[in-house]
């Protein structure tokens, strides 16, 4: 039997198609795989790859010490464990490892859940208090200095201060908030001022409450019949979360408490009162305080506040979506997005929302007005580039924008700019060929789409699946005389994991490679100013180019980290 | 066929057809046995160590059989484009498949044809540079109405270098919805466009991982500290950081 591939998947014609049948019996195939090879209990959240550990551990080793890194990592590779397995493993002192447990929850690296454990036959359950690493905090660490850009853009100088004071300590009570303003003095405007600017941030939604600090954690089969409860009449069946998952949901404050600011009970000048009056007004200011002070914790409840990250990661991926599309089309384009983003953002209840919208025309008019860029934007020019962004429209002229492909194209471009610079022009074209047609693909029929000669297009391909950017099938026909074919394809759900991990690594490199220079030149930084002058100030400029260059770096690489992780 | 671009002459192989009126020639009966397995391969051809595999003759009976059948004009020997140092044999009758030559886009001596492909190319980037929003149609129509070529490229030849740009990221692809810049197109028909100004810079932008060295590095998975590969003795961060 002969075999030969007379189809053109990816030409219009109306040829016979004689592959088809096979390749799509392989991709069936393939996702049976893939389905069974996935990690029992489903859910979203990935666990760490082997580098993004590594990375974790170094940031926690360079912030807090090695100590508190080895049971970070620990955590971190054996997941969720007592207290007692810890110290079991670490083969450290009890009191060791809860200081260290100590630091990590302070700083919103570790949450502590407590679990019951069924018992045997005649035992009764129990409880015990289990600690998990939240490799996702751990990593948001390294972005400290971008969250205090994007609030001193937008608040003042106190809230400035303020927002450093959570982010060094991790977590702070109202009262720590004012000790820490004042070093302690019983001092009125200090209260009021600190007060006043932690209402700010919280209304700015920087500042969260923070969760519960030990969540009961039900056993699986009471949670998942709940869920099963839940979700009888829904359509759609509800997703098992993985234990991680299931830790912060139940540790997240409700959503009506967690940023439940002061209520405010000012009075007119003449005396009226106000909706929320009290008997009289030196009572009523004691009864204000009591009240905004409860609200905020400083009457000894102890309300602890910290960074909402979510915030701040849901204005990043807005402006990097603002970014790619002014860059892929052009600055009308992203004044219209970025419009469309800053009066949906409110709205959107999660930071991996798949749309924005619909709006109407008129309400995204109005927002575009508001910003300098858009000014000058015509109605009409606002249409143009609605539909450049492919936007979907509404009967009634709203317009919906699919996020989720925008960031989709951001991360296909990255790869893609790895793979030029690694592997060179040809191995690009066919990398994106692959990429976009997002199936299976003979290599002859590779070759001709891509124009690479026949012969460089096998090597270009086994370099590329031996470095892991590419699946590879082989198709055996029997015959007179047996003829192996192969297929290849760009498998995203495996090579995103993959680079991510390369990023991690560079992540990872890029630090220890600034450490190592620092290291190199130390007597030189300690030297007095004076004493830099001729070759020793030139080298001395040098570190400082060499250490800009790779912090800068590390930024810029945190941002395609982001790209992959958290967007 | 010849094919016109600038001041240069690219020559395609002219493919001639045997008189079939003349009768065939004397054949001994290993030459037989080699000119009827050859003529039953039809356009797809046999390779010269097939044919000693599957008639099972000696080699020397085999070449000098080959020989003589192709003195005699009844074979012919052609290049295989995935294997271009084998002997690969067709009955003249036959023109090789696409599979043994590789199509439209390769010579005879089996190489991809990549002077005039980016010629093509260059042409199509600039006529939907003119068109701002084009089909593979008015793209074809415009490359026939330039006459830089003598002779017809078909509207699939000009599609498989256009969907080339697209991978080149020349060009965005996008399915018309009618409205805005493409209202002349309609809905639903693929159009392309140019993604960048001729003024931009020739290479799309350069990704933040492909930028440090670590992101180009073939050799990053065996990178570690303290090992033979480490950032802190890298020759590329060294000489990324040459200042």
Redesign the interface.
């Given at each position: 039997m002969s075999f030969?591939?007379s189809c053109d998947p990816?030409?219009?014609?109306s040829s016979s198609n004689t592959w088809s049948p096979l390749v799509q019996r392989l991709e069936q195939e393939q996702e049976q795989r893939q389905r069974q090879q996935q990690p029992r209990g489903g859910g979203t959240m990935v666990p760490p790859s082997q580098y993004g550990i590594k990375y974790a551990v170094h940031i926690i080793s360079s912030h807090f010490g090695d100590l508190v890194a080895k049971v970070c990592e620990c955590l971190l590779r054996r997941g969720p464990l007592t207290h007692r397995n810890i110290v079991r493993f670490m083969e450290i002192s009890a009191s060791q490892v809860k200081n260290c447990l100590l630091v990590l929850i302070q700083q919103n690296c570790v949450q502590a859940f407590s679990v019951e454990h069924p018992g045997g036959d005649e035992d009764e359950s129990r409880r015990s208090t289990e600690y998990m690493a939240v490799f996702d905090n751990i990593i948001h660490r390294m972005r400290f200095p971008k969250f205090v850009a994007v609030v001193s853009q937008e608040l003042d100088k106190e809230c400035v201060e303020l927002f450093q004071g959570l982010l060094q300590h991790g977590r702070l009570t109202l009262e720590k908030m004012i000790d820490r303003a004042k070093s302690g003095q019983e001092d009125c405007p200090a209260q009021d001022a600190t007060r006043e600017t932690l209402s700010k941030l919280i209304n700015a939604r920087f500042v969260e409450r923070c969760p519960d600090p030990e969540p009961h954690l039900s056993p699986p089969s009471e949670e998942e019949g709940r869920a099963r409860k839940r979700t009888k009449f829904s359509k759609v069946a509800a997703e098992p979360q993985t234990i991680e998952e299931r830790v912060l949901a139940a540790a997240a404050p409700m959503e009506a408490k967690r940023f439940l600011t002061i209520f405010h009970t000012t009075t007119e000048e003449d005396g009226q009162k106000t909706e929320c009056s009290f008997p009289g007004v030196g009572e009523k200011r004691k009864c204000d305080a009591l009240e905004s002070d409860k609200e905020l914790g400083s009457d000894g409840s102890q309300v602890l506040w910290r960074v909402n990250v979510q915030e701040f990661m849901h204005r990043f991926r807005h402006k990097a979506c603002v970014e790619n599309v002014r860059?892929r089309l052009d600055g009308g384009a992203a004044v219209a997005l970025n419009a469309m983003l800053e009066t949906s953002r409110s709205m959107e209840k999660k930071v991996k929302t798949d749309n924005a919208g619909p709006l109407t025309i008129n309400t995204i008019y109005e927002e575009v007005m508001k910003g300098e860029a858009g000014r000058a934007m015509t109605l009409d020019h606002l249409?143009?580039s609605l539909?450049?962004l492919?936007c979907e429209?509404g009967t009634d002229e709203s317009y919906q924008i699919d996020l989720k492909n925008i960031i989709e194209l951001a991360q296909n471009?990255?790869?893609?700019?790895?793979v030029?610079?690694?592997y060179g022009?040809e191995a690009?074209?066919i990398f994106?060929?692959l990429s976009?047609a997002n199936r299976l693909i003979e290599t002859?029929k590779i070759?001709?789409?891509?124009?690479?000669?026949?012969?460089e297009t096998s090597k270009i391909l086994f370099r590329l699946w031996k470095?892991e950017f590419l699946h590879m099938e082989k198709v055996v026909v029997t015959g007179p005389?047996q003829t192996q074919f192969l297929l290849w394809k760009v498998n995203k759900s495996t090579l995103w994991p993959h680079?991510l991990d390369?990023?991690y690594?560079?992540a990872?490199?890029?630090n220890?490679?600034v450490a190592?220079?620092l290291e190199k030149e130390n007597e030189l930084l300690n030297l007095p100013i004076e004493k830099r002058s001729g070759p020793l100030e030139k080298r001395y400029n040098?570190l400082r180019?060499?250490r800009l260059?790779?912090e800068s770096?590390l930024m810029?690489?945190d941002?395609?980290i982001m790209l992959f992780h958290d967007f | 066929m010849i094919c016109c671009c600038s001041n240069e002459v690219l020559t395609m192989s002219k493919r001639k057809r045997p008189d079939l009126k003349v009768p065939a020639p004397y054949m001994t009966e290993q030459e037989k046995i080699l000119y009827n397995l050859i003529q039953s391969k039809q356009d797809?051809g046999i390779w010269s160590w097939?044919i000693k595999r599957e008639t099972s003759l000696p080699d020397n009976v085999v070449d000098k059989s080959l020989k003589s059948l192709r003195s005699k004009l009844l074979i012919k020997e052609v290049v295989n484009?995935?294997f271009?140092g084998r002997k690969h044999y067709l009955a003249s009758e036959f023109e090789p498949s696409s599979?043994i030559t590789?199509?439209k886009?390769y010579n005879d001596q089996g190489?991809?044809e990549?002077e005039f492909?980016n010629f093509l190319k260059d042409q199509c980037l600039k006529h939907i540079r003119n068109l701002k929003i084009a089909t593979v149609d008015t793209v074809a129509n415009a490359v026939r109405r330039s006459r830089v070529l003598k002779i017809d490229c078909s509207s699939?030849e000009i599609?498989?270098i256009v969907?080339?740009l697209?991978?080149?990221?020349d060009v965005i692809e996008?399915r018309s919805?009618g409205?805005?810049?493409?209202a002349s197109v309609p809905t639903g028909r693929m159009c392309y466009k140019c993604r960048r100004s001729p003024d931009a810079m020739k290479?799309?932008?350069?990704?933040?991982?492909?930028?440090?060295p670590?992101?180009?590095?073939?050799r990053?998975?065996r990178?570690m500290?303290g090992g033979t590969i480490s950032?802190?003795t890298?020759e590329y961060?060294s000489k990324?950081?040459d200042?």
């Open positions: 030969r591939p990816l030409a219009s014609s860059e249409r143009a539909v450049m492919g429209r471009e990255e790869v893609e700019s790895v030029l610079k690694r022009r690009y074209r994106r060929l976009k002859d070759s001709s789409t891509a124009f690479v000669d026949k012969t470095d005389r680079v390369e990023m690594h560079a990872l490199n890029l220890l490679r190592y220079e040098r180019t060499v260059l790779l770096s810029k690489l941002d395609a | 797809l097939d484009v995935q271009k599979e590789g199509g886009w190489f991809l990549t492909i699939q599609g498989d969907r080339a697209v991978l080149d990221n996008m919805n409205l805005g810049e493409f290479e799309p932008r350069v990704g933040v991982m492909a930028w440090i670590c992101g180009v590095c073939p990053i998975a990178c500290p950032p802190m890298c961060y990324w950081l200042f």
